[in-house]
């Protein structure tokens, strides 16, 4: 059963609550103590470790410094900040998908670096008008939502050629697997395949594929996830859309993103394994 958003807002604020509580116990401090150091009133440092209440940037700052522990400070404000925010449900975020394929102009427009890792399907930034309508068509049935598979289609199109524009880079490991599932009809998918051999040839695109064969693995096929740059990671659930900002865990997904990175072919290895993919369609 998908985790509520609601529960896993509430969760990062418990997790940030008890490091704070770990940090005063850590340091001898009684409820007290840490809010004469702090000169608070005893109560807020008593809500702020029950998490009912959400503390600010400077208190973070002020609660570190008093245990003896600046340097964890910003990653803890980071988290604070980030726990209403960084699960956002996909049905608040969409009333319709062309809107979502409109979504974050800012983010793309500032990031120069686009790091994707996908294990189901081709991503976004190299979708054709067919699949990422029958892709887009196939969430719009599940959920519910209005079909508007071909304008939402087309935003997403749109949206990708943001890789041509000088100064950008796209570096995009997919698995095998991925080929291999069909969004759209056959036509559509057999064009989408072709797509892959010659974007992949662009030089700000480095296209790698993670064979299903490849041995040993040292990263488990992941949710698919995106990062902006090395401040931003969004990563793609079910029923909801995790947003990161968090630097330990940003560069947690950097790792990953390495070691997926790492067990990728590419070049002529890769083209070898599309085109596998596009005469297994042929034959179905």
């Given at each position: 059963?998908?985790v509520?958003?609601?529960?896993?807002?509430?969760?990062?604020r418990?997790?940030?609550?008890?490091?704070l509580?770990?940090?005063?116990?850590?340091?001898?401090?009684?409820?007290?103590?840490?809010?004469?150091?702090?000169?608070?009133?005893?109560?807020?440092?008593?809500?702020?470790?029950?998490?009912?209440?959400?503390?600010?940037?400077?208190?973070?700052?002020?609660?570190?410094?008093?245990?003896?522990?600046?340097?964890?400070?910003?990653?803890?404000?980071?988290?604070?900040?980030?726990?209403?925010?960084?699960?956002?449900?996909?049905?608040?975020?969409?009333?319709e998908?062309?809107?979502?394929?409109n979504?974050?102009?800012?983010?793309?427009?500032e990031?120069?670096?686009?790091?994707?890792?996908?294990?189901?399907?081709?991503?976004?930034?190299?979708?054709?008008?067919?699949?990422?309508?029958?892709?887009?068509?196939t969430?719009?049935?599940?959920?519910?939502?209005?079909?508007?598979?071909?304008?939402?289609?087309?935003?997403?199109?749109?949206?990708?050629?943001?890789?041509?524009?000088?100064?950008?880079?796209?570096?995009?490991?997919?698995?095998?697997?991925?080929?291999?599932?069909?969004?759209?009809?056959?036509?559509?998918?057999?064009a989408?395949?072709?797509?892959?051999?010659?974007?992949?040839?662009?030089?700000?695109?480095?296209?790698?594929?993670?064979?299903?064969?490849?041995?040993?693995?040292?990263?488990?096929?992941?949710?698919?996830?995106?990062?902006?740059?090395?401040?931003?990671?969004?990563?793609?659930?079910?029923?909801?859309?995790?947003?990161?900002?968090?630097?330990?865990?940003?560069?947690?997904?950097?790792?990953?993103?390495?070691?997926?990175?790492?067990?990728?072919?590419?070049?002529?290895?890769?083209r070898a394994?599309?085109?596998?993919?596009?005469?297994?369609?042929?034959?179905?």
């Amino acid at each position: 059963m998908p985790v509520s958003p609601s529960s896993s807002a509430q969760a990062a604020r418990v997790a940030v609550a008890a490091r704070l509580r770990d940090l005063r116990k850590g340091a001898g401090l009684t409820v007290a103590e840490l809010a004469s150091l702090c000169g608070w009133h005893h109560s807020k440092t008593s809500r702020i470790e029950n998490a009912r209440t959400a503390p600010s940037a400077g208190d973070i700052r002020h609660w570190c410094r008093a245990c003896g522990h600046p340097g964890e400070a910003p990653d803890l404000v980071v988290r604070s900040l980030n726990a209403e925010s960084m699960y956002s449900e996909w049905r608040h975020q969409v009333q319709e998908l062309k809107k979502l394929q409109n979504s974050w102009p800012q983010v793309f427009a500032e990031t120069t670096l686009f790091r994707i890792y996908s294990s189901t399907l081709v991503p976004g930034l190299l979708q054709t008008e067919g699949y990422a309508g029958g892709l887009l068509g196939t969430i719009a049935r599940f959920r519910g939502y209005p079909e508007e598979g071909d304008e939402a289609a087309r935003a997403r199109v749109d949206r990708s050629r943001i890789i041509h524009d000088p100064g950008r880079r796209a570096v995009l490991v997919v698995e095998e697997a991925a080929l291999y599932y069909r969004m759209g009809n056959p036509d559509a998918m057999a064009a989408q395949l072709g797509h892959l051999l010659t974007a992949g040839a662009l030089p700000a695109v480095s296209l790698g594929v993670i064979p299903r064969t490849a041995e040993p693995r040292t990263v488990w096929p992941l949710e698919t996830f995106h990062v902006y740059d090395d401040t931003f990671v969004s990563v793609e659930l079910l029923s909801a859309e995790v947003n990161i900002r968090q630097p330990s865990e940003v560069a947690l997904y950097l790792t990953a993103f390495e070691q997926l990175r790492s067990m990728a072919v590419y070049g002529a290895a890769a083209r070898a394994l599309v085109v596998n993919a596009i005469e297994a369609l042929g034959q179905a």
